[in-house]
């Protein structure tokens, strides 16, 4: 499974900007996918996460409230709305999908098998 993140950019504090996941695979509805970030200096994070039907989302208690993951399965993508960013938002933000991901671990970036490339979100104060 290929996956391309997209949607980063420059955005003031309190902006929006909406990333986008893209996956190679046909059958990208029995993936699970997530979103974690990286910041300068910091350690690979969680931010959100979802199941292959779109049924139970996941959210970092950072993010919960701001952002909110969604998918398509028809367009093979997933995204993430983010809402009311703030500077501490500002990181590299990764997908990954994994198929037979234990719900439990959905938090954990060593259980996905598949990343796309990252995306840089910068939240200027």
């Known amino acids: 499974v290929q996956l391309q993140a997209s949607g980063g950019g420059l955005v003031q504090a309190g902006g929006s900007l909406r990333l986008s996941c893209a996956a190679s695979?046909?059958?990208?509805?029995?993936?699970?996918v997530a979103w974690f970030r990286q910041g300068p200096g910091k350690e690979r994070e969680f931010v959100a996460g979802?199941?292959?039907?779109?049924?139970?989302?996941y959210y970092a208690n950072s993010v919960r409230g701001r952002f909110t993951i969604s998918r398509d399965n028809a367009k093979n993508t997933v995204y993430l709305q983010m809402d009311s960013l703030k500077p501490e938002d500002t990181a590299v933000y990764y997908c990954?999908?994994?198929?037979?991901?234990?719900?439990?671990?959905?938090?954990?970036?060593?259980?996905?098998?598949?990343w796309g490339q990252g995306t840089l979100v910068t939240v200027s104060s």
């Open positions: 990954a999908a994994d198929k037979n991901l234990i719900l439990s671990t959905i938090r954990n970036p060593v259980e996905y098998d598949y």
């Open positions: 695979e046909r059958t990208f509805s029995s993936y699970a």
């Open positions: 979802i199941r292959g039907n779109g049924g139970n989302r």
